[in-house]
């Protein structure tokens, strides 16, 4: 059963709440590092079981007549074997500026067999405050302080250090905040590595946040890790993701990768006022790539 438990603490990692933070405390921000009709897809192992479920993550620029807000949609569920003996399925819902990259408000619901989960953050720059409401506890709804920085879901967070452009021996400070509570995280880059996958072999760099700044709490203080593998290419894959527990470890692969709409960024479509229709796959991309 602990096994399990740490199983469901992988997949909600990827689904809860972070906030990155600039090393002088400044908020700075910049444009969310996924395009319209960007997709990617991961293959989740957990132990002997290689397939044990599936993370997919899509972005869509949606525009009405007043606004545009960049949707982000993550799904998790569990598969195959596992999901007879631990049914799981999430949802994490995102919603961004797509000038400025803030994170307006966000959603997430969870189900398994012993638990549901009904939560969502709202937030107000200029009182520096974000409304946590939990549906299914609503005595635990309350406001919490927006500390210096931009917030950012965590998955999309993952991806998102694909623009940092961080060298072996560099770091970056970052705050992730589970539910409503806050982690003080320092995000080391680690060694390149060559990572062969599904999609092909790449030349990655290898990321890993640590707990220094506080007392470690949560998963930290149980002794897990988390790393995170980015492609050295011109796409800046997020092409693994592990988490280690005392039990095991998850690891999510990318299996299946959708390019975003060409020939424009989110802020290059906004800016010249189209919407383009077609969407192109990085798959043979990749797989030319491993044959060079």
Same mark, same amino acid.
């Given at each position: 059963m602990?096994?399990? #438990?740490?199983? @469901?603490?992988?997949?909600? *990692? *990827?689904?809860?709440?972070?906030?990155?933070?600039?090393?002088? &405390?400044?908020?700075?921000?910049?444009?969310?590092?996924?395009?319209?009709?960007?997709?990617?897809?991961?293959?989740?192992?957990?132990?002997?079981?290689?397939?044990?479920?599936?993370?997919?993550?899509?972005?869509?620029?949606?525009?009405?007549?007043?606004?545009?807000?960049?949707?982000?949609?993550?799904?998790?569920?569990?598969? &195959?074997?596992?999901?007879?003996?631990?049914? #799981?399925?999430?949802?994490?819902?995102?919603?961004?500026?797509?000038?400025?990259? *803030?994170?307006?408000?966000?959603?997430?619901?969870?189900?398994?067999? @012993?638990?549901?989960?009904?939560?969502?953050?709202?937030?107000?720059?200029?009182?520096r405050v974000a409304s946590y409401l939990n549906e299914v506890e609503p005595e635990k709804s309350k406001d919490v302080i927006i500390p210096a920085g931009v917030p950012m879901d965590l998955i999309t967070s993952?991806?998102?250090? @694909?623009?940092?452009?961080?060298?072996?021996?560099?770091?970056?400070?970052? *705050?992730?905040?589970?539910?409503?509570?806050?982690?003080e995280l320092t995000i080391y880059a680690e060694a390149y590595e060559t990572l062969r996958t599904p999609l092909g072999e790449f030349k990655t760099l290898v990321l890993v946040p640590k707990m220094e700044k506080t007392e470690p709490k949560g998963m930290f203080k149980r002794g897990s890790t988390v790393r995170v593998w980015i492609s050295q290419d011109e796409r800046k894959l997020p092409v @693994?993701?592990?988490?280690?527990?005392?039990? &095991?470890?998850?690891?999510a692969t990318l299996v299946a990768y959708q390019a975003p709409k060409p020939n424009a960024t989110v802020s290059d479509q906004l800016n010249a006022g189209q919407d383009q229709d077609c969407t192109t796959s990085a798959e043979p991309e990749a797989v030319a790539e491993k044959k060079n």
């Open positions: 602990e096994r399990f #438990f740490s199983f @469901r603490w992988f997949t909600r *990692l *990827l689904l809860l709440g972070f906030v990155g933070l600039v090393p002088d &405390g400044n908020a700075e921000t910049t444009p969310v590092a996924l395009g319209d009709g960007e997709e990617l897809t991961f293959r989740v192992g957990w132990g002997i079981f290689t397939g044990a479920g599936e993370i997919k993550i899509g972005a869509d620029l949606e525009s009405t007549d007043t606004a545009s807000t960049l949707h982000v949609n993550t799904t998790t569920t569990t598969k &195959g074997f596992l999901k007879n003996f631990f049914p #799981f399925v999430a949802q994490a819902d995102a919603y961004f500026d797509p000038h400025s990259g *803030l994170l307006l408000h966000s959603t997430e619901t969870s189900k398994s067999k @012993r638990k549901e989960t009904r939560q969502s953050l709202s937030f107000n720059y200029q009182e993952l991806v998102q250090t @694909r623009s940092w452009n961080l060298a072996p021996g560099e770091k970056q400070d970052a *705050l992730v905040i589970f539910d409503d509570d806050f982690y @693994r993701f592990e988490v280690e527990f005392k039990f &095991g470890a998850g690891v």
